[in-house]
């Protein structure tokens, strides 16, 4: 391979330098490169590139580099890999952290050093072979978790069809096209932990790059034969005599037709469903008007008076994309979001940091080890409610209150002369309340141009003209935008699920829906949700890495049937029942189960019904395989087996 030393130090100067000292390790074997001095300090919400190492480090880290990186390109062989040991010292190294002894486990999956994709099921031998071909399933949705759930049943070698209502795999990336739309979460962690991507052109991708990503993974791996798409599941109900989900659908065409699978897999989100605020007169508006997740990127916006109602993380983007091209714009906040601050919001990855994250052995590998340790427990602690807190009810404990003051000071910083606004954006709810946001100063900056005004009034009422607010104001518009969210808490809903007995789930779960670890409920034996109850999460992680271990889990739970000869897996209700205290417990004691928030986490009946409250190791142990004594397994018939 050619090199250039000057490209060379250019990559260096955009590295992740603490990631950097972790590849040097590999390159020369040397541990004792792991000195006190090397350990990087990194500042709660800032850059953490340069790992806080003084000028001279830095220099020193990228000299040592460039010399051991020339040295390999130039056909140098790599030492033996570091021990388990000193792996395990590269951890808090590279995350500047003493990591509790519990995660190890857990992150060296992740870290992944030897390559291996070790949440891929293993049904190599024949009779877990022969198990897996006579069984089938149907997975609803070809979105992130529908395609990760085809690649695992693949793998395993067992029959299955997706069912997607859309034209195209990617769901939430295919189907919110709204200007503005990115992922919020790091690009190099939001994305398969077996399928990375050194090709990102930004840290934090738009829509089009993500459905890409997602288009490509579903062509990789074949995908597309096994999907039916355009087509919607009605209904799936489960014929007890014959121990299978007669799954009804419904084509675009209109032709209906059932199809028949021993395991029924939803991974349909949370977030697809939109939901147009119960607004008098919503419906009367003379002009254009559209929610966010459908878009009409027919209607004009340039010159046109824009009404936007919300301020969620849909508004948080697309509002500061439009402001500058419609005539006047008008914001409706109920409520105000916090704001993460997030300078590579928008930043491209420059090409460097792609050369190395390509080329440089292990330095992408420690890089997203890095991402995946900041958001694993970074915030966690500061959204922990401390039962003893007697300060102000905007904040939920002692940390949370100096996690607030930083993000309040990082708003007034934005407009410090403008007491107003500042008024109006800073929250008065505790901090992870709700999904706080990632900001790179676009969204205050669009707040204060000439054209745009932050409402604050609550609305009265949409009239044919646009908007009245509590005042009495009218507020003219011709186009009107909901940008307020979707039928979070209304899991798997409009699709009807029948279980046991003839018993509806929807019924079953009266607004209030629960399941064992998000995946299973009593009643609805074979039946796996994906992205199900209380598997959201606010500051810690990705949703990806949930859906991985979800998805290991369901995977498990097939092996337990195939290799116990089970026609039937039920979880247990008093299992069921038992986990669900635990997580309403945990989340009565975190910032968005406070009782003094409202979000859509909480579902009618105020209970949390949508987040993990607990770190992420939590979910990673609880879904490596399934406990046995947690379901009721019921025996095949001789004819069956
Ligand atoms: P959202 O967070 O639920 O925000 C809805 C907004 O509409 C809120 O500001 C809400 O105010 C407001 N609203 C709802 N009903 C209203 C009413 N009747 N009158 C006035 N205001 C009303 O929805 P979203 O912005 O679409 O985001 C939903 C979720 O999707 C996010 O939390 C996130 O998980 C995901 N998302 C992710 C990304 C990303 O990764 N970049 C981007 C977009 C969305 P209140 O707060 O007072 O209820």
């Not at 005042?471 to 518009?477: S, V």
Request: aromatic share 10%; charged share 25%; glycine share 8%.
């Amino acid at each position: 391979m050619t090199h250039d030393a000057v490209a060379l130090e250019a990559a260096l100067a955009e590295a992740h330098l603490p990631a950097l000292l972790m590849s040097l390790v590999h390159l020369t074997g040397d541990a004792s490169l792991l000195t006190a001095e090397r350990r990087p300090t990194y500042v709660l919400l800032a850059d953490g590139r340069a790992g806080g190492y003084p000028a001279e480090l830095q220099a020193e880290i990228r000299a040592r580099a460039k010399a051991a990186i020339e040295a390999h390109l130039d056909g140098a062989p790599l030492p033996p890999p570091p021990s388990p040991a000193t792996v395990r010292r590269m951890m808090d190294w590279v995350a500047g952290a003493d990591i509790p002894a519990r995660y190890a486990p857990f992150l060296t999956e992740e870290l992944a050093l030897d390559g291996t994709d070790a949440k891929a099921p293993d049904w190599s031998s024949p009779k877990l072979r022969a198990a897996g071909a006579k069984m089938k399933v149907i997975v609803v949705g070809a979105g992130m978790s529908g395609l990760l759930a085809g690649i695992r049943l693949g793998q395993a070698g067992i029959d299955f069809t997706i069912v997607e209502k859309d034209a195209d795999v990617g769901g939430t990336w295919l189907e919110n096209v709204y200007p503005g739309c990115r992922v919020d979460n790091p690009n190099h962690m939001y994305s398969y932990s077996f399928e990375p991507n050194h090709d990102f052109p930004q840290y934090y991708s738009t829509q089009g790059v993500l459905l890409d990503y997602f288009r490509r993974v579903a062509d990789k791996h074949g995908l597309r034969r096994r999907i039916r798409f355009d087509t919607s599941v009605e209904e799936a109900a489960f014929d007890e005599a014959r121990a299978l989900w007669r799954v009804e659908v419904k084509a675009r065409d209109g032709g209906r037709e059932v199809l028949e699978a021993d395991v029924l897999i939803t991974a349909v989100g949370q977030l697809n469903r939109p939901r147009y605020p119960d607004i008098d007169g919503v419906e009367t508006f003379d002009g254009p008007s559209f929610h966010s997740a459908r878009w009409r990127h027919d209607v004009e916006l340039a010159g046109k008076r824009v009404a936007v109602i919300g301020t969620g993380a849909s508004a948080f983007q697309f509002v500061p994309t439009i402001a500058p091209k419609v005539a006047r714009l008008e914001v409706f906040q109920r409520t105000p979001p916090w704001c993460l601050p997030g300078p590579t919001y928008h930043h491209d990855v420059p090409e460097g940091k792609k050369w190395l994250l390509e080329h440089v052995p292990f330095y992408g590998k420690w890089y997203r080890f890095w991402l995946f340790w900041m958001l694993t427990d970074g915030l966690y602690e500061s959204v922990k409610a401390d039962p003893d807190w007697q300060g102000s009810p905007q904040a939920v404990g002692e940390a949370n209150a100096v996690l607030r003051e930083m993000l309040a000071e990082a708003l007034r910083a934005q407009a410090p002369d403008e007491p107003d606004l500042l008024e109006k954006i800073i929250p008065a709810y505790p901090v992870g309340g709700k999904r706080a946001l990632v900001d790179n100063g676009v969204w205050v900056e669009a707040l204060r141009r000439d054209n745009v005004d932050l409402i604050t009034t609550p609305i009265e009422r949409i009239t044919p003209a646009g908007v009245v607010t509590k005042d009495g104001a009218e507020h003219a518009a011709d186009v009107i935008i909901y940008g307020t969210g979707f039928h979070a808490s209304r899991f798997l809903w409009p699709m009807r699920i029948v279980g046991r007995g003839g018993v509806d789930l929807d019924q079953a779960w009266n607004g209030d829906a629960r399941a064992y670890l998000g995946m299973t409920a009593p009643g609805f034996p074979n039946l796996f949700i994906l992205y199900g109850p209380n598997t959201n999460i606010v500051v810690n992680g990705s949703i990806i890495f949930f859906s991985e271990c979800s998805v290991r889990y369901v995977l498990g739970c097939l092996r337990l049937m195939a290799e116990s000869g089970s026609r039937t897996m039920e979880v247990r209700r008093e299992v069921h029942d038992a986990f669900n205290a635990e997580v309403d417990a945990a989340n009565a004691l975190m910032a968005w189960g406070a009782p003094q928030v409202t979000s859509w986490y909480k579902n009618a009946t105020g209970r949390v019904s949508q987040n993990w409250p607990f770190p992420l190791v939590d979910y990673w142990n609880a879904t490596v395989a399934p406990n046995r004594a947690d379901f009721v397994l019921e025996a095949k018939v001789a004819a069956e087996a």
